[in-house]
C-alpha cells in the first residue's frame, strides 16, 4: 500500500482527539443566489394556481418535502453510531441523532445489482428476476415504476448523481427514473480509481488492493461526486421545485483508496482482528465459496487463506480510512442543506446496498447469505419526526423503503409493492413489527459467479434468535443442503447445527417461515 505523505507522516492523534477531527472539503465554488427570482416565483405561483392544466405538478407541491437519498456500496454497519469504538464517524453520527438509526436492518440479495434493482423497484428478486450483475428489472416487468419515477411522476426534479444503478453494464441505467441524464454513475476511469504514481502506471482495473496518498478529496470519484451533489442542491434551491436527489458512493468499495489524512485517523494496533478466520464448521460448500472479488489486486495471493496477518490489518484499516472518507463527504452535503436552509424540508434517506465480509468466517467481500454479507446501516431522517435520534430493533428491509419514501411523502404506495412501510417506526421505533427478514444468493455447481438464478438458490430467514438457510436446486426445487445458526450462543454463525436432532423442531419452525415467505412475517394490523 502506498502512504506517500510528501512531508513525513504526522504523529496519529489519540482515541479523543481522532474523534473530534471533522475533515472537510475545502469550497472555493463563489456564493450562489440563494433566493428565486422574481420571474421564477411567478412561474411557480401559475403552477401552484393552474394545477389542472399541469398533470406533473399537483397544487399540494408548495409543501412536498424533499428526499435526499444517499447510497453506500459495501458499507457494513461499522460506525460509531451503530456501536463501534473503532469508527470515526461524526457525520454518519450526526444523521442518525437527527432521525431513526434501524438496527436489524437487511438487503435482499448480496451483490450490488440484485440489492439495489430489488429497492429501486420495490420487489424481491425472484419477481424481478434480478439475481446478478447484468441483467435489468425491466426485462422481466418492462413496465415497472421505479422508485424515483414514481416520484418523477408526482411533480419531482429527480437527479441520480454517483452510484444509485448499479454501476456497469445495463442496469446502471434507467431512463425514466429522471429529470435528466444520471452523472458519474460509471467510476471506472483509472484516474478517479487511484492516485500514487505506481498505481497510474498500469491502467488496468485492479491494482494494490489499498492505497494513501496525500491528495485532495476530489481526487478520486467519490469526492466529484460531492462536488456535483452541493452544486445540484445550490440548482434546486433556486428551483423552488420538489427533488428527490440520489448520491451514490463507491466507497468502502474495494479498492481501499482514500487520501492519506483518513488513514492517519486510526492507529492499526487499535483496529480489532477478524473474531473468527475458518469457515464455518458443517457449511455446504456453497455457502462458502469465494467470490473472487479480493483476488486479482496485484499484492492479494489467489489462495487468500495466505494472507498474512499484516496485509488483512492492512487491508481492515483501509475499510476504515474508506468509511472517515464518506463521513466527510456526508458532512459537506449535510452542511450545504443548512446553508440553503433545506434541512427543515428534507428527508434524508441514508443506506448501505449490502454488508461485507473482512475476513470473518474465512470470507471477504460479500456475494454470501451470513449475516456480516446482510446486514446493512440504514438511518431515516425525516423532519419534525418524533423520537429524534432513537434506534429501532425492528427487523426491516431494503426492499422497505420504496413504500416508506412514498408514505412519508404522501404518495401513493402501490400495492405491488413487496415491502412494508417503516412509516410507524418513526413515532414508536420499537412497536411490534416483522417477526422475520428475507435474503437469498445463488450458486452454479460449477464456477465462482452464477449467471441468473444459478444452479441452487440459497434461501435465508433471519429471526430474532436464529438465521436458517436452505439451498434448493433451481429445477427441481429440491432441498440439498441446510443451514442453521444460533445467535444467542453463535454470533459469529461458525458452527451449523441444522442436523442436530434436538435442533428439529427449530429447523421446522424456520421451514414454514420460507414457505410462507415475506407476507408470513408481516405484522398484524
Not at 394556481?49 to 458499507?75: Q, W
Not at 416520484?151 to 429522471?178: Q, V
Request: glycine share 6%.
Amino acid at each position: 500500500m502506498n502512504t506517500n505523505s510528501g512531508s513525513g507522516s504526522p504523529t496519529c492523534p489519540t482515541k479523543l482527539e481522532r474523534r473530534e477531527i471533522r475533515p472537510k472539503i475545502k469550497d472555493n465554488r463563489p456564493a450562489r443566489q440563494s433566493g428565486p427570482t422574481l420571474k421564477q416565483k411567478f412561474v411557480f405561483c401559475i403552477l401552484i394556481i393552474l394545477p389542472s392544466a399541469f398533470c406533473l405538478l399537483p397544487s399540494h407541491l408548495s409543501a412536498a418535502p424533499n428526499v435526499l437519498f444517499i447510497a453506500i456500496d459495501d458499507l457494513r454497519p461499522n460506525l460509531a453510531c451503530y456501536g463501534d469504538e473503532i469508527a470515526i464517524t461524526p457525520n454518519f453520527d450526526r444523521l442518525a441523532a437527527k432521525g431513526t438509526l434501524f438496527n436489524r436492518a437487511y438487503c435482499q440479495l448480496a451483490v450490488c445489482a440484485p440489492s439495489r434493482l430489488s429497492l429501486l423497484s420495490g420487489r424481491r428478486p425472484d419477481t424481478n428476476k434480478v439475481w446478478d450483475l447484468s441483467t435489468h428489472f425491466r426485462e422481466a416487468l418492462p413496465n415497472i415504476v421505479s422508485l424515483p419515477q414514481h416520484f418523477k411522476n408526482n411533480g419531482y426534479y429527480t437527479r441520480s448523481i454517483g452510484k444509485i444503478y448499479h454501476g456497469s453494464g445495463a442496469p446502471m441505467k434507467d431512463p425514466p427514473s429522471w429529470s435528466e441524464e444520471p452523472i458519474y454513475d460509471s467510476g471506472r476511469k483509472h484516474e478517479w480509481r487511484y492516485a500514487s504514481p505506481e498505481n497510474l502506471a498500469v491502467e488496468t482495473l485492479k491494482r494494490e488492493a489499498s492505497e494513501g496518498e496525500d491528495v485532495p478529496d476530489n481526487t478520486f470519484v467519490d469526492g466529484l461526486v460531492c462536488d456535483a451533489a452541493e452544486e445540484a442542491l445550490d440548482t434546486f434551491k433556486e428551483k423552488q421545485q420538489p427533488f428527490f436527489l440520489g448520491v451514490g458512493f463507491r466507497k468502502p468499495h474495494l479498492p481501499f483508496v482514500a487520501p492519506k489524512k483518513y488513514w492517519d485517523l486510526y492507529d492499526r494496533a487499535e483496529i480489532p482482528r477478524p473474531v473468527s478466520n475458518s469457515l464455518p464448521r458443517g457449511a455446504p460448500e456453497y455457502a462458502t465459496r469465494t467470490w473472487h472479488e479480493l483476488e486479482g489486486y496485484t499484492d492479494i495471493p489467489e489462495d487468500l487463506t495466505q494472507l498474512s496477518e499484516e496485509k488483512i490489518q492492512e487491508l481492515r484499516h483501509g475499510y476504515y480510512a474508506c468509511i472517515s472518507y464518506v463521513d466527510a463527504l456526508i458532512g459537506h452535503l449535510l452542511d450545504r442543506l443548512e446553508k440553503l436552509e433545506l434541512s427543515d424540508n428534507t428527508i434524508v434517506c441514508l443506506w448501505g446496498d449490502h454488508g461485507f465480509h473482512l475476513g470473518e468466517q474465512g470470507l471477504w467481500t460479500k456475494a454470501n447469505n451470513y449475516e456480516l454479507a446482510a446486514r446493512v446501516p440504514l438511518i431515516l431522517s425525516v423532519p419534525g419526526q418524533a423520537n429524534q435520534g432513537a434506534t429501532s430493533n425492528a427487523f426491516v428491509e431494503l426492499v422497505d423503503l420504496y413504500p416508506t419514501l412514498a408514505d412519508v411523502c404522501g404518495l401513493d404506495v402501490s400495492s405491488k409493492l413487496e415491502g412494508l412501510s417503516m412509516k410507524p417506526l418513526l413515532s414508536k421505533p420499537n412497536r411490534p413489527w416483522k417477526t422475520a427478514t428475507f435474503n437469498q444468493y445463488p450458486r452454479m455447481f460449477e464456477g465462482v459467479r452464477h449467471e441468473k438464478h444459478g444452479d441452487v438458490m440459497g434461501y435465508a430467514v433471519r429471526t430474532d434468535r436464529y438465521r436458517y438457510v436452505e439451498w434448493k436446486e433451481w429445477e427441481s426445487g429440491k432441498v440439498v443442503a441446510s443451514e442453521l445458526y444460533d445467535h444467542q450462543t453463535d454470533p459469529e454463525e461458525m458452527i451449523n447445527i441444522a442436523s442436530q436432532i434436538d435442533q428439529a423442531a427449530t429447523v421446522f419452525q424456520h421451514q414454514r417461515f420460507l414457505e410462507a415467505g415475506w407476507k408470513g412475517a408481516l405484522p398484524l394490523k
